[in-house]
């Protein structure tokens, strides 16, 4: 049975990703790509889906033990598990070398004290743990294949132990075994390499030298950063996991290295995060040129301008990590799901949405590229121009919003408030001399966006900005009204909605809620059931308070988040508060970026002195 969604740590090389569960179970691998077929599924299902671990034997009854303790290895992605046993101690490395051929999971077990026995089970199922691979030797090594994909196993403990047959490595119920033992100072790798299966086997691996060369990674690209401030450690975490998000080949960014970890356990929401959200995208790639990395935000850009060639005014909201537009919602029936949440999907039938947000969040990551130096591109500002000629003919329609709600569309605050901010900065552009533009034309719509919305989206009764124009009800996107200035912090109309938010969206143990979701027909997202505290909202509350100078709040809010990280510094999207777990996909850059941004905010209020 899968772990709980904190019990996992993420490793992975910047184009793919597994989930490692604390009893050194790998639980989920898509190779070769993010948005590829899981190898390993059992995360969505069963072990019959799927899985791969490496830990001390144990009886088949007594489950397998979960780590004593684990931890990344200093600032990087490379995971150390130990356990204790009555034998003695063992330690585990797991990590995912960044790619430079074949991609690999790399498994080195190294004897720390006495001599333990361990195992490794390896079951392969293919296609989302659907399809049984046609495993067997070449030339020494054991290969799963099936269709386009081969799955290579390579490991030198078979060597080391003098074995030249099969005398410690066996199948058994369609699955590879290996039994062996590990003394002090013992040092042995397993690995799986992947490579499309009408191709020459893949280099056999060196995992001593690829698990130097992963620390040197990590180490220099943390180098890199320019955040010295309080809460350092839990800010780097979120980088790396960022990073760790980002397809290296193209500066796509995935929302979540997984599918359909569920906001509800038991429930139906459900989704597929593995590709672009221009929002995520944009909100990741300003954190990260706000703590210094110009080089993944220069790559974002050049993936957005490839990503809408052609046809900019028909902006998706999300894209394939390479800029694919078709991802065809799917459910996948043979899958329970995570806890039996059902359904499965991959695929994200959001992709076509009409969401006017996301015109505001790409525009002010083009706009903060420009404002940090980043090397001006011309296409880019030619891009914004575009936009804007869009939004100017759209931005009072309804739409489905931040939230990418499947009930109907309307005329949500938050979607007017970021077209207003996208006209806003476009106008900064071509003030700053850099882009030309009807300046006036574009103030008046600005001001039009603006009296719109104060007029339509506001109660003066309730003194609150309401999630859409006419409605009752409140929505936590609306905490970004100062954050991206359409009203300063001390607008009494600012503090009435945070004041709002706080009294009607929070939990009982004090994180904010996306928005009420009602049993029944005026449910605004069109879907059954409940779901967690959304934490981005959380932070954001947090960086409300700060803004209106309830700093102390704002700072014992941003520790409690923090104590919602698990052991490893990862969060998921939602917080359960019910059950006091962790729910939905993970781990979500959409908590990681406003955790940092948070750190940033406080620090920079003053909140630490300084
Ligand atoms: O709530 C329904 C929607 O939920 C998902 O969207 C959420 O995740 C996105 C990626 O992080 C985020 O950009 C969005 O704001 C969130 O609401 C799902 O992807 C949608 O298909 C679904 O309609």
Known sequence: MAGRIEDYALIGDMQTAALVCRDGTVDWLCLPRF??????????????????????AHAPEAGAPAATRRRYRGDSLVLESEWDTPQGTVRVTDFMPPRDGAPQVIRIVEGVSGR???????????????????????????????????????????????????????????????????????????????????????????????????????????????YHGPYREAVIRSLITLKALTYAPTGGIVAAPTTSLPEEIGGV???????????????????????????????????????????????????????????GEAELDWLPGYENSAPV????????????????????????????????????????????????NHWNQPDEGIWEVRGPRRHFVHSKVMAWVAVDRTIKLVE?????????????????????????????????????????????????IPQVGFLPPDDKRVIGTIEAIQRELSTPDGFILRYPTHPGEDNVDGLAGDEGAFLACSFWMADDLAMIGRVEEARQLFEKLLSLRNDLGLLAEEWDSKHQRQVGNFPQAFSHVPLIDTALRLTASGAYGG
């Open 345 to 392: 999907r991959v695929g994200n039938g959001a992709a076509h949405q009409l969401q006017l947000d996301v015109y505001g969040e790409t525009i002010e990551a083009l706009h903060l590229a420009h404002m940090t130096g980043l090397s001006r591109n011309d296409y880019a500002s030619q891009l914004q121009l575009k936009l804007i000629s869009y939004l100017e």
């Open 432 to 480: 700053s001399g850099d882009a030309e533009g009807p300046l006036e034309r574009w103030r008046e719509l600005r001001d039009d966006i603006h009296r719109d919305v104060c007029e339509k989206g506001y109660d003066p009764e309730r003194n609150t900005f309401t999630q859409s124009y006419g409605s009752q009800e409140l929505d936590a996107s609306l905490l970004l």
């Open 35 to 56: 948005d590829s077929q899981a190898i390993f599924a059992g995360l969505l299902g069963t072990e019959d889906h799927g899985f791969w671990r490496v830990g001390p």
């Open 116 to 226: 333990v026995p361990m195992r490794s089970a390896l079951r392969m199922r293919f296609s989302y743990g659907r399809i049984v691979p046609w495993v067997h030797r070449r030339n020494g090594r054991l290969v799963g294949v099936a269709g386009p994909d081969s799955v290579w196993f390579d490991t030198d403990v078979l060597e080391a132990a003098g074995e030249e047959d099969d005398l410690t490595t066996f199948g058994q119920d369609l699955t590879t075994y290996t039994d062996f033992d590990v003394s002090e100072g013992d040092r042995f790798g397993f690995t799986l390499s992947w490579q499309p299966s009408h191709k020459e086997p893949p280099p056999l691996p060196e995992p001593e030298q690829a698990l130097a060369a992963t620390d040197d990674f990590w180490r220099e690209w943390v180098a890199l950063c320019t």
């Open 269 to 327: 929401r459900n989704w597929d995060y593995r590709y672009t959200w221009l929002r995520d995208a944009a909100i990741t790639l300003s954190s990260l040129l706000r703590t210094g990395y110009r080089e993944e935000a220069r790559a974002w850009r050049e993936w957005l301008l490839r990503a809408v060639a052609g046809d900019p005014e028909n902006l998706q909201i999300m894209y394939g990590i390479a800029g694919e537009r078709e991802l």
